[in-house]
């Protein structure tokens, strides 16, 4: 089957920081018109269950995701310093086994390190004066095991401590902002070979977006990526403007790789990211597949299924 139609391959749920259910999420996902959805909460497929019986409900194809939190290590002149501390960069995986050992082992790490840091965070609110308890995050969290600082900034509108998510990010909660606690990530070369031994496809999110840029991630660096296993890059997203597009979309061809284009929408979480506001090609969704298809053959897995029509 070809995919085909209206392509989003990067949404959240309430399985971590979106505000919609994963059902919530596909059904207004077939409202708003999308032909396939992906669902990728960060570093966790919880909501993966829900979101393919829902997909089947409103017959949408479903890719089912994760956005999974690294760390670039800039590699040093001399390696017996070890890798540097680098910079935030979340990785899609699309269809990945997320119960293959290893990838389950990172992922926990993970969590663990959301976990641990909501305690970190309220301590510093609370010497800024902010009374804010773990039980008031736990209100607006709900079952989530992907605890963030949305959940944190929701926990603050409902004090009444701020208005909206955003002026906590604004406030306390951002790069730099008195209540940014940093966290635990995997080293992005590390995960993109667990992805890909999982039978899955890692593409890097919004690759020169929240503060990172060429820089950081330039050719030279991506090249180094795609030889380690990199197989896209997400170029059309809100943190990227035209220029950074076309730049990235020429990396893209030049190494052959995948290129997506997502909302990444939260629900209400975020403004400005409707569902459907970027998209993927169909012929870039086909590559994609064919390579989950290749990644699980050389794995021992079957071919993931897919859900809905293409
Ligand atoms: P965390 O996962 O706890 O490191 O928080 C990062 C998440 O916060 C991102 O995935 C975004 O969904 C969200 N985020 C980052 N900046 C903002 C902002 N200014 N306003 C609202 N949400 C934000
Ligand atoms: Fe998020
Ligand atoms: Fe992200
Ligand atoms: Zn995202």
């Not at 059904?27 to 829900?50: C, F, K, M, R, Y």
Request: with cysteine; net charge negative.
């Amino acid at each position: 089957m070809t995919p085909a139609g209206v392509i989003d391959l990067h949404t959240h749920s309430r399985a971590s920081d979106g505000t919609q259910s994963p059902r919530e999420l596909v059904q207004a996902a077939a409202a708003a018109g999308l032909d396939v959805v992906a669902i990728t909460d960060h570093d966790s497929a919880a909501g993966w269950p829900e979101a393919v019986t829902a997909a089947a409900e409103v017959g949408i194809g479903l890719v089912r995701g994760l956005e999974i939190s690294a760390r670039y290590a800039r590699p040093r002149d001399d390696p017996s310093e070890g890798p540097a501390r680098g910079p935030g960069v979340h990785l899609l995986a699309y269809l990945p086994d997320p119960t293959y050992p290893p990838l389950a082992q990172a992922l926990e790490r993970i969590i663990e390190g959301r976990r641990s840091r909501v305690p970190a965070v309220l301590e510093r609110l609370r010497s800024l004066g902010v009374e804010i308890s773990v039980d008031d995050v736990r209100a607006v969290a709900g079952d989530t095991v992907a605890t963030g600082r949305p959940h944190i900034a929701d926990a603050l509108v409902r004090l009444g401590v701020v208005e909206t998510r955003d002026e906590a990010f604004a406030r306390f909660l951002g790069a730099g902002r008195p209540a940014c606690v940093d966290r635990y990530a995997a080293d992005l070369h590390d995960v993109i070979g667990l992805v890909v031994d999982a039978g899955g496809v890692p593409v890097i999110a919004h690759p020169w977006g929240r503060g990172n840029d060429l820089a950081i991630l330039g050719a030279e660096q991506l090249a180094a990526l795609a030889a380690a296993g990199l197989a896209g890059l997400e170029v059309d997203h809100e943190d990227h403007d035209a220029t950074a597009r076309a730049a990235l979309r020429a990396i893209a061809r030049d190494l052959d790789l995948i290129v997506t284009g997502s909302s990444d929408h939260h629900g209400l979480g975020k403004v400005g990211h409707e569902l459907g506001c970027n998209t993927t090609a169909a012929e870039e969704l086909s590559r994609l597949l064919t390579l989950a298809g290749q990644h699980a053959a050389a794995s021992g897995r079957d071919a993931p299924r897919l859900v809905g029509r293409w």
